[in-house]
């Protein structure tokens, strides 16, 4: 495998693993823009311990995104006070702490970048992006998944029908933090050096966009929206400065044409025409 | 007195919004295993009156009991543990769900815990949670909508689902706000055979706005007329039909024909 085709999956690889800490959030009705932040935190957390202790980069990773769960639990208390767009602007606050608080840590590096020592390569990645989406698609066939979309839906509605919808929004909120540090810690070990200044608010924005563009309601729309949204600029690579003009382009007419996003549950339940227990119901549906 | 305690006590509450007294010293009780009415020209107050029963907005005075037990201070989240649910005015449902996921979203109340909480209960197709679902549509005629996105169902099966919802939580109380409001007669029979079934056993006490006077006779056996957020009126649907003053408030005067097929004018 060539190095530039290594270097593309394993940037897809780890996009789809950000697009599922974004997505978790979103499913709940709430716009993480501190993403990055969390990232960042899984980054250096899991780079230290590595770097440091010469702990396992397996290990390593899996304790960064605990980290930053951990960070994003304690934040989420009073931040998920807030609602729409001052939700999303604390968000992006707790992402730019994140950021400057790195930025000013010596014992990382500071500004001046940190190196990391242990290098993992595409199929332990590859099976870490596995493990997330395998992970998520499971937990949005509990009761979970159908608790976490009915919060989104209708809060009010929620409540009175006994759900806590305060607890879902933080259990949401705080392991999509979980996989976006897990995300930060491949990619921390694959590009072998990070710097704060990477994890800032326009990754935040790029993780954020997967999502939106690729379905929010659908537990396969960030893997898609990841896919096309990692693939699209290589391939319009040829026409060299272009490529960004047409990129934005692309996400222009994408919103105009398709605000649901590119996969919709709905879409997916027409396409088998089956419900999700399997068995044929659209079919039967007279004609309302 | 002897017996049970009534299944729903309201005692004097008051509920102020701004200068306006939406509801005013209101105080009645709704006897268990009934099927009681509450009725009154538009602005009367009776979406109020739910909103405060089930905690989505606090009472300024007064006390709400369930089962002889104070609620007035419970949070909404917890009154569905006390046996109340309920439909609303506009259909409700989450339109991203399958009417069979809005009808589990009822079963939250049972199976809320951490473990039920895991349980992937869209993923083995015959699990006891899904088959109880599937049972309760198949009962109100509707299974063959389970798997379908509720938006793009006709408003009456997205009303009836809205009652399924509500009755997976096993309510002792079920409120409905307007089930019959915009459906034609053959879904309004379909609503009536489906609350027959509901309170047929005695176990689930309705309490029921409503505006459509045919409706409520044939539905309920008890009525509360409220008007200006105070109770005028209660007794048999006979009974308050034959009193003056809601003779006066529905119909601008007192008449001595009978008004059994009497549809309520709304008033502006």
Known sequence: MSGYLEGILVLLAVNVVFAYGAFLPVAAGQLNLGLAGF????????????????IDPTFAILFG???????????????????????????????????????????????????VTAFIRLPTIAAFATGVV???????????????????????????????TRAFQIAAFTLGSVIAGIGGGLYAHHFSFIEAQYFNIGLSITIVLYVLLGGTQTVLGPL????????????????????????????????????????????????????RQGRSALSREPAA | MSGPPPILRLERVTKRFGGMTAIDDLS?????????????????????????VTGAIPVDAGQVFVDGRDITHVPSRKRVRYGLARSFQNVRLMPHLTAIEN????????????FGVLQ?????????????????????????????????????????????????????LLLLDEPAAGLNSAETEALQALLGGICGSGDVTL??????????????????????????????????????????????????????????????
């Open chain 1, 39 to 54: 990232a960042a935190i899984g980054a250096y957390s899991s780079a230290y311990l590595s770097n440091a202790y010469a």
């Open chain 1, 65 to 115: 995104g605990i980290a930053a769960g951990a960070i994003a639990l304690i934040v989420a208390v009073p931040v998920l006070r807030t609602r729409g767009i001052y939700l999303a602007l604390a968000t992006f606050a707790v992402g730019q702490i994140v950021q400057a608080t790195l930025l000013n840590l010596e014992v990382v590096g500071g500004a001046a970048g940190y190196p």
């Open chain 1, 134 to 164: 395998v992970f998520v698609a499971l937990l949005f066939a509990t009761r979970f998944g159908i608790a976490v979309t009915a919060v989104h839906d209708d809060e009010r509605v929620a409540d009175l029908m006994g759900l806590n």
């Open chain 1, 224 to 275: 898609l929206g990841a896919a096309v949204f990692t693939l699209l600029p290589e391939l319009l690579r040829g026409s060299a400065n272009w490529r960004y003009v047409l990129f934005a382009a692309a996400v222009i007419i994408l919103m105009a044409l398709r605000p649901q996003g590119l996969l919709t549950g709905e879409q997916i339940r027409r396409l088998l025409g089956v419900d």
């Open chain 2, 28 to 52: 009645f009780t709704v006897r268990r295993g009934s099927r009681t009415a509450l009725i009154g020209p538009n602005g009367a107050g009776k979406t109020t009156v739910f909103n405060l």
């Open chain 2, 103 to 114: 009808v589990m979203v009822g079963q939250h109340c049972h199976n809320g815990g951490l």
């Open chain 2, 120 to 172: 992937p209960v869209n993923l083995w197709p015959r699990n006891r949670w899904r088959e109880a679902a599937r049972a309760a549509l198949r009962e109100a005629g509707l299974e063959q909508y389970a798997g379908a996105t509720v938006k793009n169902l006709p408003y009456g099966v997205q009303k009836r689902l809205e009652v399924v919802r509500a009755t997976m939580a096993k309510p002792q």
């Open chain 2, 207 to 268: 309490l029921v706005v409503e505006h459509d006077m045919h409706f409520v006779g044939a539905l309920c056996d008890a009525v509360v007329v409220l008007d200006f957020g105070r109770k005028i009126a209660e007794g048999t649907p006979a009974e308050v039909r034959a009193d003056p003053r809601v003779q006066e408030i529905y119909l601008g005067t007192t008449i001595t024909e009978p008004v059994e097929r009497c549809h309520v004018a709304r008033s502006a």
